[in-house]
């Protein structure tokens, strides 16, 4: 602690150095917590779906239906404890940006499906009741301002017209990885107004009692269905997630390779800034040695001024990040679950710390072993 | 009694044996200090004379625990500091050695006072305590309305009493000066010489230093010579 002016007034000897390097050292940051949060988003289906959860779609693609009457079939197979249903809505609220997934559900099975959306009983009572009710998640009621008992008329794309719903419940995702942006409604109503596709789902999300025996009700469902009109693709939902999430091609790998790239530029900067330090005070040093301060204590002095310009910028950059990330999502829906994790907060300030030890390491190394002799004569 | 003889003298604070320092440019060999003696007493003050080269800052170096000889023995109150590893000769010399430049070399970025407090950084002081050591030194060197300025802000003399009190604010068991005052005018130089002076014969400091300033080696209680590498006292060398 003591030695801590001594360390900042080194620090600010070239403010300007010091600052331009903190400020790239934090945009780095910030630019990994942009990645990270994006990455977090692309997967977040992956992260958070359940592997005691099937989907079953049409095997000749996700657009294709389903008949209802599979729901009864799917539940007669052995370690199914409930098979429910969905349909993709895909209507504009407003304006074509405004995008948010909708679905049509079936009210009866849905909820106890996926148990990890929590509405309160009352709210679901009031739902099930009013044939035009709808289920928002506390995502899109906060970005569109809804409220319940608010009516919202949304723009049919697949089956056209204005279609009207009451906000009867708003949901909230018991998991931080949960999808917040989700729009439910009665799979009747829609089954009743519709002018096409009647008798028919979008998939099926079968809940298996047993997820030691996935890949045997997999197996046994899409042989069931098999030579029917409507084949069957079952998989996981983790399975069914990444897949989706590989439609946009390996982000992952992008993600990872950019910031490879900015860890080594920063590293770069970093050390340079460390280096030119070291070098302009080589006589200052020598000094130092001279009074008596060891070559383990100038190793300190100097790897301590490089963790703090290397932790301000990271903390900076990280809180930039997550203030970014809390303006929620910048695509208008692409990116529902946009946030960054305290864990990733910390490994991006652990990333910054890494790089000012390791930018300081060769620099504090040339200081710790500089001969006396040899710096005094630089004076 | 400052001795070069290389006879045992009991009240040696500082005992030099048999020292030699080679150094090997190249292909060529320099043999800087040969076979070097050296006894001095606690309270003395010696300066050494010599032209450029003659090995008087690499003996100075020696001495303050700076550099290794290539042979022989530097003995420092008890302290044989040659074969001490250099974690052990820093913390000797922030303990034992007071040492004072002739450019000063004050920390541009600290105050008079921080410039001052550093070498006690390295002591179990508490804040307070530094700050009264510091206050005690920068006034024994009649600059304790400067404690705020920075290096920059202060002329050359005060430079170097600012480094004087840096010298001894740790009170350590002697003063190294390389050249003091070979970058003061002449005011300032003598105002430098009168303080070191003061540090001898009033609070009993043991000072030796390096100069080409005659005025200045006038000051010290024994002259010393280096030529070719060995010591001899003033009136041999004048006579040589």
């Known amino acids: 602690m003591k030695y801590l002016p001594f360390i900042f007034r080194n620090l600010f000897r070239k403010k300007t150095r010091t600052i331009l390097t903190i400020g790239s050292i934090a945009v780095a940051i910030f630019l990994f917590g942009l990645l990270v949060t994006i990455e977090t988003a ?67 099975t849905y909820r106890a499906v996926f148990p990890e959306f929590e509405v309160s009983d009352a709210e679901w009572s009031s739902f099930l009741a009013d044939q035009e009710g709808a289920v928002v998640g506390k995502l899109t009621a906060e970005r569109f301002g809804w409220k319940i008992g608010d009516r919202i008329p949304l723009q049919g794309t697949i089956w056209t017209g204005t279609w009207e719903f009451n906000i009867r419940a708003i949901y909230e995702g018991s998991r931080s990885g949960d999808d917040e942006s989700q ?37 046994t469902i899409d042989e069931r269905f098999s030579n029917s009109a409507y084949e069957t693709s079952t998989e996981t939902e983790q399975a069914f997630a990444a897949g989706f999430a590989k439609q946009i091609g390996n982000i992952k790998m992008l ?63 990280v809180g930039l990040a997550k203030l970014f990330t809390l303006g929620g999502d910048p695509t208008g829906g692409m990116l529902p679950v946009f946030y960054l994790s305290t864990k990733e907060m910390l490994l991006g300030l652990g990333i910054a710390i890494f790089v ?3 930018a300081g390491s060769i620099p504090a190394l040339t200081a710790m072993n500089l001969r006396i002799v040899d710096a005094l004569r630089r004076v | 009694m400052v001795s070069i003889d290389g006879k045992e003298h009991s009240n040696s604070l500082v005992r030099i044996r048999n020292l030699n320092k080679v150094y090997r440019r190249g292909g060529e060999t320099i043999n800087v ?14 300066a050494f004379m010599g032209p450029s080269g003659s090995g008087k800052t690499t003996l100075l170096n020696l001495l303050g625990g700076l550099d290794t000889p290539t042979s022989g023995t530097v003995t420092v109150d008890g302290d044989e500091i040659t074969h001490m590893s250099g974690r052990n000769l820093a913390s000797w010399r922030a303990r034992h050695v007071g040492f004072i430049f002739q450019m000063y070399n004050l920390i541009p970025v ?37 404690m705020k300025h920075y290096p920059r802000q202060l002329s050359g003399g005060q430079e170097q009493r600012v480094a004087i009190a840096r010298a001894i604010v740790t009170d350590p068991t002697f003063l190294l000066c390389d050249e003091p005052t070979g970058d003061l005018d002449r005011k300032a130089a003598e105002e430098i010489l009168d303080l070191l002076t003061e540090l001898e014969s009033n609070h009993g400091k043991t000072i030796l230093m390096v100069t080409h300033d005659p005025l200045a080696a006038e000051r010290a209680d024994v002259v010393l010579h280096l030529d070719k590498g ?5 009136a041999e060398a004048a006579a040589s």
């Open chain 1, 42 to 108: 692309l997967n977040a289906g992956v992260d958070v779906a359940g592997v005691d959860r099937l989907i079953v779609r049409n095997k000749t693609s996700l657009i294709m239906p389903l008949p209802l009457s599979y729901q009864e079939r799917l539940r007669q197979i052995d370690n199914v404890a409930e098979a429910t249903f969905a349909s993709w809505f895909g209507a504009i609220y407003q304006e074509p940006k405004n995008f948010f997934p909708q679905f049509a559900i079936d009210t009866d």
């Open chain 2, 230 to 234: 060995a010591l001899v006292e003033g």
């Open chain 1, 255 to 317: 993600i990872m390779s950019i910031g490879a790239v900015v860890l080594f530029t920063l590293l770069l900067v970093t050390g340079n800034t460390m280096a030119m330090a070291v070098r302009e005070r080589v006589p200052e040093l020598g000094v130092l040695k001279t009074l008596g301060f060891g070559d383990r204590t100038v190793l300190f002095l100097v790897l301590a001024e490089s963790l703090i310009i290397a932790t301000v910028g990271g903390a900076v950059g």
């Open chain 2, 110 to 146: 600290l105050t008079a006072f921080q410039n001052v407090e550093l070498p006690l950084l390295l002591t179990k002081l508490s804040k307070a305590q530094r700050r009264q050591h510091v206050e005690t030194a920068l006034t024994l060197v009649g600059l304790s309305d400067r």
């Open chain 2, 33 to 46: 200090l040969q076979g070097l003696n050296l006894d001095v007493e606690k309270g003395e003050f010696v």
């Open chain 1, 356 to 358: 000012g030890l390791a």
């Open chain 1, 183 to 219: 729009f439910w409604f009665h799979w009747k109503f829609l089954e009743e107004s519709r002018s096409f596709g009647k008798g028919t789902v979008g998939w099926y999300t079968v809940k298996i009692d047993d997820s030691d025996q996935a890949v045997t009700v997999t197996r």
